[in-house]
């Protein structure tokens, strides 16, 4: 399976240590993980809700990962998650069920539903799992988002 992330040169790494320094939908900062997408497209749109407009649009990175068929993936359903599970007054809950699979260490890869896509997936690496050096990470390569997605018209 191919897995996609967009960054910023600076955070190209699948070290995991940006989330020692900042909090995501699934996980409390201090924690190493890595935050993945089941597409481009969608680790594309996951990374522009994060943007503000008049950022240079040229300046990213995209990288793929393969994650192997014999490593096991847990898998979370949107079903089991509380109704309008994507409103910010459930983040804290949201950000305890990865607490509880990184701090279990059962796989190395825990897909999650989008919030931005529901209907596709995420797919949150542990860098500190054991299987996680059989994921291969691709050569990173520019991208650029295009220009019309700040158009105000």
Not at 52 to 64: E, K, M, Q
Not at 98 to 111: S, Y
Request: charged letters at 20%; one cysteine or more; aromatic letters at 10%.
């Amino acid at each position: 399976m191919q897995v996609w992330r967009i960054c910023r040169p600076e955070h190209s790494a699948f070290d995991g240590e940006g989330g020692k320094v900042v909090s995501g939908r699934w996980h409390h900062r201090g924690q190493p993980i890595v935050y993945t997408a089941g597409s481009l497209a969608l680790a594309a749109l996951e990374f522009y809700v994060h943007l503000s407009p008049g950022v240079d649009l040229r300046r990213f990175l995209a990288i793929s990962a393969n994650i192997p068929s014999r490593l096991r993936i847990e898998v979370l359903n949107a079903s089991s998650l509380p109704p309008r599970w994507r409103e910010a007054r459930h983040i804290d809950h949201l950000r305890d069920i990865g607490m509880e699979w990184l701090n279990a260490g059962r796989t190395a890869v825990l897909a999650v539903p989008s919030a931005v896509v529901p209907v596709e997936r995420n797919y949150l690496l542990n860098p500190s799992h054991k299987s996680f050096g059989q994921i291969r990470i691709s050569k990173p390569q520019p991208f650029e988002f295009d220009y019309r997605m700040w158009k105000s018209e």
